[in-house]
């Protein structure tokens, strides 16, 4: 698997610029099993930091990042934006134990094929 590890934007954008996201590679050819990857990933990190999940700004600088084109196009990819550097600096700089942690325990997910429930996220 290929995955794509950022933070999103320090400049400020709004009030409800904070939490995670994570997104598919768009070219990816087995959709099946990277969007199960995406679920393990969206599960397990939200779990694990406590973090709110922030679907409404994936964008296609995600989903078409330049790295998924160095990859075969059955090579399961997806990036994670682990917070925004404004409002989850905190976070992020005092808990990069949890934000490993929670990476991780996404990937640990996928490769075990372990069950995903469906978590309900309120998105800002």
Request: net charge negative; aromatic share 8%; charged share 20%.
């Amino acid at each position: 698997l290929l995955l794509s590890i950022h933070n999103d934007s320090c400049e400020y954008v709004n009030d409800q610029a904070t939490g995670y996201k994570v997104a598919v590679a768009q070219g990816t050819r087995d959709r099946n099993l990277t969007d199960r990857l995406v679920a393990c990933l969206t599960d397990r990190y939200g779990r694990i930091t406590g973090l709110s999940f922030h679907s409404r700004s994936v964008t296609p600088d995600m989903t078409e990042y330049h790295a998924f084109d160095e990859v075969d196009a059955s090579t399961p990819a997806a990036i994670i934006e682990t917070g925004f550097l404004r409002l989850d600096y905190d976070f992020l700089t005092r808990h990069t134990d949890r934000v490993a942690d929670g990476v991780v325990a996404g990937i640990l997910c996928f490769l075990h094929n372990e069950s995903v429930v469906p978590t309900p996220f309120t998105t800002p």
